[in-house]
């Protein structure tokens, strides 16, 4: 299945105009900046190709390109899947008069996040769930998780590893998994070595709190 069709000339316009307007919003983000958006839209744009579910391109891009609007203006993301899907809806409403389409997709942008506690149910909602974690995975990912991010060092670090940990294995779709197989990879060799890295740094900090060190300077 690459998709179900063709988007027609006035839906590519409509997504021009998401795009610009995205490319906008996003380019002082921290971490969900617009790299992150078109990475989203590449991930989804390749799983949908893959996959047996019938897919909308029009629908998927959308909210590929719109998933983390609720993301502007939010200290700590925790509802930018809710914030978002309302964002979505009067944003797309000044682009469109199609109620169901754009409740299609601002569904998108509320399921992608697993803070929304709604699970996505349709192939579109799914696709994009994976083509955002799949962006979180390996050396970019990681890099991204911890900006922004408050707290001492250690807790980022073990926040971020927890998180990434099970992203892989939350995927929907075996296809979203085979092209996640070498980021996955990746993923495990840096938690690795932060690991150690914490470790060694927890002995250290040990030896300095029991004047080891300074005593013997």
Same mark, same amino acid.
């Given at each position: #299945? ?114 929304? #506690? ?24 990681? #890099? ?8 001492? #060092? ?64």
């Amino acid at each position: #299945m690459v998709f179900t069709r063709k988007m027609t000339r006035e839906e590519k316009l409509i997504v021009e105009e998401i795009i610009r307007f995205v490319e906008d919003k996003h380019n002082r983000s921290e971490g969900h900046d617009y790299s992150h958006i078109l990475e989203v839209c590449r991930f989804s744009i390749e799983i949908a190709r893959k996959i047996k579910d019938p897919v909308d391109p029009f629908i998927l891009i959308c909210g590929a390109l719109l998933h983390d609007i609720g993301r502007l203006n939010a200290p700590n993301g925790m509802f930018h899947g809710i914030d978002g899907a309302a964002r979505t809806e009067e944003f797309m409403e000044s682009l469109i008069d199609d109620l169901k389409t754009i409740r299609r997709i601002s569904k998108i942008v509320v399921r992608h996040s697993p803070e929304s #506690m709604i699970p996505p149910e349709s192939p579109e909602e799914k696709v994009v769930f994976d083509a955002d974690a799949l962006d979180r995975l390996g050396l970019m990912g990681m #890099m991204r998780g911890v900006m922004g991010k408050s707290g001492t #060092m250690e807790y980022i670090i073990e926040d971020r590893i927890a998180k990434r940990m099970a992203d892989y294995h939350k995927l929907y779709y075996k296809e979203s998994r085979k092209l996640g197989k070498n980021l996955h990879k990746e993923t495990l060799d840096i938690v690795t070595r932060l690991r150690k890295g914490l470790a060694k740094r927890a002995k250290q900090i040990h030896e300095i709190e029991n004047y080891k060190l300074i005593l013997e300077e």
